[in-house]
C-alpha cells in the first residue's frame, strides 16, 4: 500500500483533513440546505396533495350542483307547466263566464227589444183603429149625406139597436 501511496503522492494528513473538510461541509449543507431544501419539498408535497384533494372535492361538488340544478330546472318546468294549465283553466272558466254574461244581457236586450215591440204594435194598432174608425165615420156621412154630430150619432145607433 505504501508503494500506492508514493506512486500517486497520496498524503495521509492530507486525506484526512479533506475528509474533515468534507464532513464539515456535508454537515453544513445537510442542516443548512438539504433539511430546509427537504422541508420546503414535504410542504409543497402536502400543499400539491391538498390542492389535488381540494380539485377533486370541487369536482364532485360541480357534479352534485349540476344534478341539482338540472333537477331545479326540471321541477320548474313542471310548475311552469302546471301554471300555464292552471292559467288555461282559468281562462276557460272565464271564457264561459263572460259567454254566459253575453248571453244573459242578449236575453235582457232581446226582451226589452221584444217589450218595445210590443208596445210599439199596441200603440200602432191604436192608431189604425182610431183611422178605421175615422174612416168608418166618413164613409157613413158619404152615405147619408149628412153631418154626423154626436146627437144624431146617438139616434142612428138607437134605430140600429131596435
Same mark, same amino acid.
Given at each position: 500500500?505504501?508503494?500506492? $501511496?508514493?506512486?500517486?503522492?497520496?498524503? $495521509?494528513?492530507?486525506?484526512?483533513? @479533506?475528509?474533515?473538510?468534507?464532513? $464539515?461541509?456535508?454537515?453544513?449543507?445537510?442542516?443548512?440546505?438539504?433539511?430546509?431544501?427537504?422541508?420546503?419539498?414535504?410542504?409543497?408535497?402536502?400543499?400539491?396533495?391538498?390542492?389535488?384533494?381540494?380539485?377533486?372535492?370541487?369536482?364532485?361538488?360541480?357534479?352534485?350542483?349540476?344534478?341539482?340544478?338540472?333537477?331545479?330546472?326540471?321541477?320548474?318546468?313542471? @310548475?311552469?307547466?302546471?301554471?300555464?294549465?292552471?292559467?288555461?283553466?282559468?281562462?276557460?272558466?272565464?271564457?264561459? +263566464?263572460?259567454?254566459?254574461?253575453?248571453? +244573459?244581457?242578449?236575453? @235582457?236586450?232581446?226582451?226589452? +227589444?221584444?217589450?218595445?215591440?210590443?208596445?210599439?204594435?199596441?200603440?200602432?194598432?191604436?192608431?189604425?183603429?182610431?183611422?178605421?174608425?175615422?174612416?168608418?165615420?166618413? /164613409?157613413?156621412?158619404?152615405?147619408?149625406? +149628412?153631418?154626423? /154630430?154626436?146627437?144624431?150619432?146617438?139616434?142612428?145607433?138607437?134605430?140600429?139597436?131596435?
Amino acid at each position: 500500500m505504501e508503494s500506492l $501511496i508514493s506512486t500517486f503522492h497520496v498524503d $495521509i494528513k492530507l486525506l484526512v483533513a @479533506q475528509l474533515v473538510n468534507f464532513a $464539515i461541509v456535508f454537515c453544513v449543507l445537510y442542516f443548512f440546505a438539504f433539511k430546509p431544501l427537504v422541508k420546503v419539498m414535504t410542504e409543497r408535497t402536502a400543499t400539491i396533495d391538498k390542492s389535488l384533494k381540494d380539485a377533486d372535492a370541487i369536482e364532485k361538488r360541480l357534479a352534485l350542483t349540476e344534478t341539482e340544478r338540472d333537477e331545479i330546472i326540471v321541477a320548474a318546468k313542471k @310548475q311552469a307547466n302546471l301554471i300555464i294549465e292552471e292559467a288555461d283553466k282559468r281562462g276557460e272558466e272565464r271564457k264561459g +263566464e263572460l259567454i254566459a254574461k253575453a248571453k +244573459e244581457e242578449i236575453g @235582457q236586450v232581446i226582451n226589452a +227589444e221584444k217589450a218595445k215591440l210590443t208596445s210599439e204594435k199596441a200603440e200602432t194598432l191604436k192608431e189604425i183603429k182610431k183611422e178605421t174608425a175615422e174612416l168608418v165615420i166618413l /164613409t157613413v156621412e158619404k152615405l147619408l149625406n +149628412e153631418k154626423m /154630430t154626436a146627437d144624431k150619432d146617438k139616434e142612428l145607433i138607437k134605430k140600429l139597436v131596435k
